[in-house]
């Protein structure tokens, strides 16, 4: 049973900084991310590796998140920098492996203006 754990979110002020952590148990995966969920919004890409390692970001936050990852640790991270109001929502993360996609619990992430 793979599990995943997220660390990381937080209130922050526009302008800051956050950066989360997932860890995901067991397996080998082939594809690994982020995405979030605004309240009264679907869930969005934020951030992820495809299964050829390179990676694909949302528009609303290229030059501001990087996504990085320890293959050793099964982690994936999320750097995020100069965040804004609208950054505001539940970030998941997810692995995916044999077409099968894990999601962690979520974490929030609050920015004020």
């Known amino acids: 049973q793979v599990q995943l754990v997220e660390s990381g979110g937080g209130l922050v002020q526009a302008g800051g900084s956050l950066r989360l952590s997932c860890v995901a148990s067991g397996s080998i995966f082939s594809a690994m991310g982020w995405y979030r969920q605004a309240p009264g919004k679907q869930r969005d890409m934020v951030a992820l590796?495809?299964?050829?390692?390179?990676?694909n970001y949302a528009e609303s936050v290229k030059g501001r998140f990087t996504i990085s990852r320890d293959n050793a640790k099964n982690t994936v991270y999320l750097q995020m920098n100069s965040l804004k109001p609208e950054d505001t929502a539940v970030y998941y993360c997810?692995?995916?492996?044999?077409?099968?996609?894990?999601w962690g619990q979520g974490t929030q992430v609050t920015v004020s203006s």
């Open positions: 590796f495809l299964s050829g390692g390179s990676t």
């Open positions: 997810f692995f995916a492996v044999m077409a099968r996609t894990y």
